[in-house]
């Protein structure tokens, strides 16, 4: 059974002090590896999608990496608009569906 | 282009009740996921349509089913309310024809069961 776990579950910040969540996963061959961003009372925001080992993208502040266990969300010189939860999600090789399994998420609070 | 649609934005149910969630997914995309999200369990997956077929589903209840019509909008209907099915149900789409890219989520219905 494919399985995300994320940490820490929450993180407050200085704006300016940069930091990074982690999200540990096991899957039964990868296919991708997404973020998303979530304001409260909102759906989901897409973020990045990851497919290898050693990738990386990034979005303004925010920097994702990818490797076999893990996947890192750096964000530099956070600013209190970063505040949010950070979803990650899996999705396996197997089969031919969409499937996303996704970690409990990270709450990040970003004080001025 | 707009985006993923999810009506009604707020539900209050009686217990017993049941319930139909709509969903109209991003133009051109084929594939429809539904997922309920809760402080304690966080995003599960309930299921995903295709092309009007039930093409994966999780792990709930049969009392939760769904569908899909040929233009991909995409219901959900929960039968016998029960006070632990209050949720946030969030819809969402891709054109994946066979998985591998990134899901559009809409802004959800908030369903309460009083």
């Known amino acids: 059974e494919d399985q995300v776990t994320q940490s820490p579950e929450a993180l407050r910040l200085q704006e300016g002090e940069s930091s990074s969540l982690n999200c540990s996963y096991t899957?039964?061959?990868?296919?991708?590896l997404f973020w998303y961003r979530q304001d409260p009372g909102k759906g989901p925001e897409f973020l990045f999608t990851?497919?290898?080992a050693g990738e990386e993208k990034e979005k303004e502040r925010l920097k994702a990496t990818l490797t076999k266990k893990e996947s890192f969300l750096h964000i530099t010189a956070p600013k209190p608009e970063d505040s949010a939860t950070y979803l990650c999600?899996?999705?396996?090789?197997?089969?031919?569906?969409?499937?996303?399994?996704f970690g409990k998420g990270i709450t990040l609070s970003v004080r001025p | 282009k707009a985006g993923v649609t999810q009506t009604p934005r707020y539900l209050i149910k009686t217990r017993g009740q049941q319930v139909t969630l709509s969903c109209s997914p991003i133009?051109?995309?084929?594939?429809v996921s539904w997922y309920q999200q809760t402080p304690g369990q966080g995003l599960q997956f309930l299921f995903e349509?295709?092309?009007?077929?039930?093409?994966n589903k999780g792990n709930f209840p049969g009392r939760f089913s769904g569908r899909q019509f040929s233009n991909s909008r995409s219901e959900m209907n929960v039968s016998t309310l029960e006070l632990g099915d209050s949720a946030l149900y969030l819809c969402?789409?891709?054109?994946?024809?066979?998985?591998?890219?990134?899901?559009?989520f809409g802004q959800g219905t908030r369903l309460t069961v009083v």
């Open positions: 969402a789409s891709s054109n994946a024809d066979r998985g591998g890219t990134e899901a559009f």
């Open positions: 899957v039964s061959g990868l296919r991708g």
């Open positions: 990851l497919y290898s």
């Open positions: 999600a899996v999705q396996p090789r197997t089969g031919a569906n969409s499937k996303l399994t």
């Open positions: 133009s051109g995309h084929r594939s």
């Open positions: 349509y295709f092309s009007e077929t039930q093409r």
